[in-house]
């Protein structure tokens, strides 16, 4: 299974794609941005309300899902060109599930705990994805696609290729110096709780 998504998302990759220029690259970084801010904020709102205390989401200290922005981002590049809804919705569902499963394995493998966990949903594959969450991921990438991520682009094109870049690379460097602090505090984490099982 994992062998034929591996093909498609490689033969999605082959498909003409944007123009690759540093302006370019700084907005769909500030679209990646605002959707890992707003999908923290949606996980945030919807586990507070499910488990009913606040339950602050996501790997980083800062409020941001990153996996969000990069799988929106990444469904972009490579499905934009797609006039179909539909071809958009599938390819969309694929793409998003193989980015959940992959981050989903390294950081359990990475710090031997789990972010997400769908074990009690419907055909769950080792309770890292699920087909009810990809159809949602599904759902999301013809949005990205066809609403969100064209406003996006007209709104961070408006600010003009100075600032885009200056605010782009902002957001690069925070979500660089979150991410190494993140790691750090996860492996002390992990350290103490070893240390304590061993007393």
Avoid: K
């Amino acid at each position: 299974m994992l062998e034929r998504i591996v093909v498609i998302i490689t033969a999605l990759a082959t498909l003409p794609g944007p123009d690759i220029t540093l302006w370019n690259v700084s907005i769909l970084m500030l679209s990646m941005t605002t959707i890992s801010v707003g999908g923290w904020v949606w996980e945030t709102i919807y586990c507070s309300i499910v488990e009913r205390r606040p339950v602050p989401r996501g790997f980083l200290f800062g409020p941001a899902c990153p996996i969000y922005g990069t799988g929106a981002v990444a469904v972009y590049v490579l499905l934009g060109h797609l006039e179909s809804p539909l071809a958009v919705f599938v390819a969309g569902s694929i793409l998003a599930t193989a980015i959940e499963y992959a981050t989903g394995r390294v950081l359990e493998e990475r710090f031997g705990r789990r972010w997400w966990d769908y074990t009690g949903w419907p055909l769950n594959y080792r309770g890292l994805v699920c087909p009810i969450a990809s159809a949602v991921f599904g759902i999301f990438s013809v949005l990205v696609v066809f609403v969100i991520e064209p406003q996006l682009i007209a709104f961070f094109s408006s600010w003009g290729e100075t600032a885009c870049e200056a605010a782009a690379t902002a957001c690069a460097l925070t979500f660089a110096a979150d991410t190494a602090l993140s790691v750090m505090a996860q492996d002390a984490g992990a350290r103490r709780w070893r240390i304590t099982l061993r007393r």
